[in-house]
């Protein structure tokens, strides 16, 4: 584990959830958008998603727990709101479970439908910094499509206006719609 700040540390602790920590190849890494879907606040208005919020908590107990950080973590650093990167992890492990699948397969099929996949270090610009926060504006603010095309599921078939479903309920009908797994990680365009 590298030294610096806790929020240092645990970003590198999330990092090792979803990719390889050691590969800083900027084309092949995602420490930039990582960072910035660390320090934009998970926010929500469907009832049960603050389910969500409270899985990218849990995060930090498990961490501050596996890093043995018990006595030196500050009660306000435990209590800050879920980041976006938070509940895209949680929520990365649920599918996972659910698929018997892997997170970082997960959260790159997030990637993918956000169509922020190709966002890796090597072409991040200040241009890309703002499509990911109008990304991340209309996957919390559900200005996506009806069908979900925009946000995190994408139905073929959905039986109801996806931008009022939980994210739970989302992921439910996007596992029963389609085997996604078997297609493979998602390719870069």
Same mark, same amino acid.
Not at 88 to 96: C, E, M, N
């Given at each position: 584990?590298?030294?610096?700040? *806790?929020?240092?540390?645990?970003?590198?602790? +999330?990092?090792?959830?979803?990719?390889?920590?050691?590969?800083?190849? $900027?084309?092949?890494?995602?420490?930039?958008?990582?960072?910035?879907?660390? =320090?934009? $606040?998970?926010?929500?208005?469907?009832?049960?998603?603050?389910?969500?919020?409270?899985?990218?908590?849990?995060?930090?107990?498990?961490? +501050? &727990?596996?890093?043995?950080?018990?006595? /030196?973590? &500050? $009660?306000?650093?435990?209590?800050?709101?879920?980041?976006?990167?938070?509940?895209? %992890?949680?929520?990365? !492990? !649920?599918?996972?479970?659910?698929?018997?699948?892997?997170?970082?397969?997960?959260?790159? +099929?997030?990637?993918?439908?956000?169509?922020?996949?190709?966002? =890796? &270090?090597?072409?991040?610009?200040?241009?890309?910094?703002?499509?990911?926060?109008?990304?991340?504006?209309? %996957? /919390?603010?559900? =200005?996506?499509?009806?069908?979900?095309?925009?946000?995190?599921?994408?139905?073929?078939? $959905?039986?109801?206006?996806?931008?009022?479903?939980? *994210?739970?309920?989302?992921?439910?009908?996007?596992? *029963?719609?389609? &085997?996604? +797994?078997?297609?493979?990680?998602?390719?870069d365009s």
């Open positions: 584990m590298s030294e610096g700040t *806790l929020d240092d540390r645990y970003l590198e602790w +999330i990092y090792g959830q979803i990719g390889a920590v050691r590969n800083r190849n $900027p084309a092949k890494s995602y420490w930039r958008l990582t960072k910035q879907l660390f =320090t934009v $606040p998970f926010y929500w208005f469907v009832p049960n998603d603050d389910n969500r919020a409270l899985d990218g908590c849990e995060l930090r107990f498990e961490f +501050i &727990d596996e890093m043995g950080l018990q006595e /030196m973590v &500050d $009660p306000a650093w435990m209590a800050m709101e879920c980041s976006v990167l938070e509940m895209l %992890v949680g929520l990365a !492990r !649920r599918a996972a479970f659910e698929s018997y699948s892997e997170t970082g397969t997960w959260f790159r +099929i997030f990637m993918r439908n956000l169509e922020l996949y190709g966002y =890796t &270090d090597a072409v991040w610009s200040t241009a890309i910094e703002r499509e990911v926060n109008n990304t991340l504006e209309r %996957v /919390m603010h559900r =200005t996506y499509r009806a069908n979900g095309v925009g946000g995190l599921f994408p139905l073929r078939l $959905p039986g109801r206006d996806q931008r009022k479903v939980e *994210l739970w309920y989302q992921l439910s009908a996007y596992l *029963l719609e389609g &085997d996604y +797994i078997d297609h493979g990680p998602p390719r």
